[in-house]
């Protein structure tokens, strides 16, 4: 069975410019997650879709937005881009929402703004 | 508010030696999970355990075993006879009940584990 994808793979941008990052989950998996993952540091919370609909978001600005389709792959898009965005950028599915379940992450899509 | 230490920031070992990664949490929810994460240089994140903190019991699955002691806050993960495959970052992860029904993980600041042969 196919794992979680994401693309592009690498992607380099520049200041003020904007990015749409791509994840498609495990089949049958209803629960999309985005992570920040700046170098050296653990994964920050970004945003939580189930079912289409935003169930968490974390401490990231308005810049920072998603939306999940329904054959439940996501977007997550990010404007205004500033150096500080350049990261691995990290996509998890689960079957349900709720915190206890297991997440699957993706290879990550890794952003460098310049 | 949800956090969690992981106060090793590198363990370097020679292959074989056991090797112990610490993790203490801090939660008010009185319902939560614990997660270990290992992330190889490819940067993908790979499952390794989930613990709910209504069972204490400790695991043991081939060279890893977990510890949760709930009286310590702490879930610690120990790598039997390591072997060099077992070189990555490795992260230990926080979710509660009072999260609106998200998913969110907290996750500590990785232990970066090399194992030399």
């Known amino acids: 069975d196919a794992g979680v994808t994401q693309s592009p793979t690498h992607l380099i941008k520049t200041r003020g410019q904007h990015v749409t990052l791509r994840c498609s989950p495990i089949?049958?998996?209803?629960?999309v997650s985005w992570y920040q993952q700046v170098l050296g540091q653990g994964p920050q919370f970004i945003f939580q879709y189930y079912e289409k609909e935003e169930r968490g978001r974390g401490n990231f600005p308005d810049r920072f937005s998603a939306r999940q389709f329904p054959n439940y792959s996501s977007e997550l898009n990010v404007n205004a881009l500033l150096l500080g965005d350049s990261a691995l950028y990290l996509c998890?599915?689960?079957?349900?929402?709720?915190?206890?379940?297991?997440?699957?992450f993706g290879p990550g899509t890794r952003l460098t703004v310049l | 508010a949800q956090k969690v230490t992981q106060a090793q920031t590198e363990i370097s070992v020679v292959e074989k030696e056991d090797v112990t990664l610490d993790c203490v949490y801090e939660?008010?929810?009185?319902?939560?999970?614990l997660f270990w994460y290992k992330q190889p240089p490819s940067g993908e994140l790979v499952f390794l355990i989930r613990r709910n903190s209504f069972d204490e019991q400790n695991e043991i699955s081939g060279r890893y075993s977990w510890n949760f002691q709930k009286s310590t806050s702490s879930f610690n993960f120990t790598i039997t006879a390591s072997q060099v495959v077992d070189s990555a970052v490795y992260f230990c992860?926080?979710?509660?009940?009072?999260?609106?029904?998200?998913?969110?993980?907290?996750f500590g600041k990785g232990t970066k584990l090399t194992v030399n042969p």
């Open positions: 998890a599915s689960s079957y349900g929402t709720g915190g206890y379940n297991e997440q699957f």
């Open positions: 939660t008010r929810d009185t319902t939560y999970y």
């Open positions: 992860a926080l979710s509660g009940s009072t999260q609106g029904g998200s998913e969110k993980l907290v």
């Open positions: 089949s049958g998996h209803k629960s």
